[in-house]
């Protein structure tokens, strides 16, 4: 269950390949990652999977 205040969901622009890949790196531990064409869409992993 989601803890109050805590973003679940994000999706950020990229400009090109390599900030893609720059903001993939970034993010991969704590969100699950689909590109959704110009946009990073990110849903929040569950706790229990990075322990």
Known sequence: ????????????????????IRLTKRFLNRYMIQDLGG????????EECHK
Do not use: D, S
Not at 39 to 46: A, D, F, G, K
């Open 39 to 46: 946009v990073l869409y990110m849903e929040r992993r569950e």
């Open 1 to 20: 269950m989601p803890k109050e205040g805590q973003i679940n969901i994000l999706a950020i622009p990229y400009k090109n390949f390599k900030h893609k």
